[in-house]
Structure formats: structure tokens, C-alpha cells
């Protein structure tokens, strides 16, 4: 199958972490995405892995991927009020920029002062 | 850099009408474009992928004839929705990619309302 879920919502508390997680299906997978989406706005690109990657750091995000279980997550550390919208985990089955990508339903994350 | 812009931001038309969408790359060339429809609280779904100067590959259950993908130059992609109606009403979102394995960048999206 092509599926690729989420939880859908998550609260944490300003300055705590936020953990999104994300599960596929398909082992083939090549690129795997985390995109942030706003209200009423597209899509940002916040960081992507490799498949053959265990792990990625960018400042605040941190990103974890076992193949093996076919879960990825999402680690935002000293959350902020400015981190609120939705968390779109993606993967993509192809080497080359044709390749479509999956979209899981999304993770609203939302802040408690 | 990697900035995607896309236009009109908002439409509001009546039933009947056709409406273009604009998506175009200011700082690179897209070699592949794609089109997405998202409806209210739900995901993104992929519409069509348009590769510059060939025809754009619909998804199953996409109409071809309903919604036709130009891909006229490597920084241009346009979608018009042709004879739109009420439940062509949505969150339209294009995306386009450099070439090698660059991941796709998005534009803002074109909300569309038919009244």
C-alpha cells in the first residue's frame, strides 16, 4: 500500500519538546520529508532525509529514521509559540526530481502557553 | 533561494467559468512541476506531474479534460480548471524540483471558491 500515517494532533507547552511521529509502508522508500504547512498557506520544507540515514540534525529539528520499523520522526526542541501548524511527513520512492511524493494526513501541533 | 510562486492567491468565481493558476520558479528552472488539491483539514492529493514541454501525467481519477496542465517554458506551469463548479472548490498547491534529487519546493497555494 502507499500509506503513510501521523497522528493528527499534538500539544505541548512553550519551551518543552515536540516529538511528531510518522510510520510508512513501503521499504523502497529513497527520501523521506518533514514539510510545515500554516494556516492558508503552502507548503515549507523543513528538512528531508535519506533512507540510508539514521538520523539528522538542523538547530532545533531533529530527525530519526528506523528503517527497520519504517518510523521517522520529527523533534523540535525549546517549542515556540511560532512552531504552531501542521507537520506533514512525506516519502518519496525515486532517485530522480520526478519522483512523486506521499503525504501523510498531517500533524497539528499546537502550543500551551 | 528555491522560491515558488504561485498566482492568483485567492479566486472567487461564478459556476461556468474557467479559472488559470500560475505556478511559476523565480530562481531556478523546474525541470518537473506538480499539482496538488487539498481539501479542508485533509492532505494533499497529487492531481497531475508536468514535465516542461510534454504532456503532464494525470493521477488515476484526475480529468484531463477538466483540469488541463500547460508546461510551457522551465519556469512556468499553469493549471486551468475549465468550466469550474461548486465542488471544484478548493486549496490548490504546485510544487517544482531542480533536476538530480532536489526535494520539491512549494508555492503558497490558490484558494478557489465557485459560487
Known amino acids: 500500500g502507499e500509506d503513510v500515517e501521523q497522528s493528527l494532533f499534538l500539544s505541548v507547552r512553550e519551551g518543552d519538546s515536540s516529538v511528531i511521529n510518522c510510520t510508512y509502508t513501503d521499504s523502497s522508500s529513497t527520501y523521506l520529508y518533514w514539510y510545515k504547512q500554516e494556516p492558508g498557506a503552502g507548503l515549507q520544507l523543513l528538512t528531508y532525509?535519506?533512507?540510508?540515514?539514521d538520523m539528522k540534525q538542523d538547530q532545533r529539528l531533529t530527525v530519526l529514521l528506523n528503517k527497520k520499523d519504517k518510523h521517522l520522526s520529527l523533534r523540535i526542541a525549546d517549542t515556540q509559540t511560532g512552531d504552531s501548524a501542521i507537520y506533514f511527513c512525506a516519502e518519496s520512492r525515486g532517485y530522480s526530481s520526478a519522483s512523486k511524493i506521499i503525504f501523510g494526513s498531517g500533524t497539528r501541533l499546537s502550543i500551551r502557553p | 533561494g528555491a522560491v515558488v510562486s504561485q498566482h492568483p492567491s485567492w479566486v472567487i468565481c461564478k459556476s461556468g467559468t474557467s479559472v488559470k493558476i500560475e505556478c511559476r520558479s523565480l530562481?531556478?528552472?523546474?525541470?518537473?512541476m506538480f499539482w496538488y488539491r487539498q481539501f479542508p483539514k485533509q492532505s494533499l492529493m497529487l492531481m497531475a506531474t508536468s514535465n516542461e514541454g510534454s504532456k503532464a501525467t494525470y493521477e488515476q481519477g484526475v480529468e484531463k479534460d477538466k483540469f488541463l496542465i500547460n508546461h510551457a517554458s522551465l519556469t512556468l506551469s499553469t493549471l486551468t480548471v475549465t468550466s469550474a463548479h461548486p465542488e471544484d472548490s478548493s486549496f490548490y498547491i504546485c510544487?517544482?524540483?531542480?533536476?538530480?534529487?532536489?526535494?520539491?519546493?512549494f508555492g503558497d497555494g490558490t484558494r478557489l471558491s465557485i459560487l
Open positions: 530562481d531556478f528552472q523546474a525541470t518537473t
Open positions: 510544487s517544482a524540483v531542480q533536476g538530480g534529487n532536489q526535494p520539491q519546493h
Open positions: 532525509i535519506f533512507s540510508n540515514m
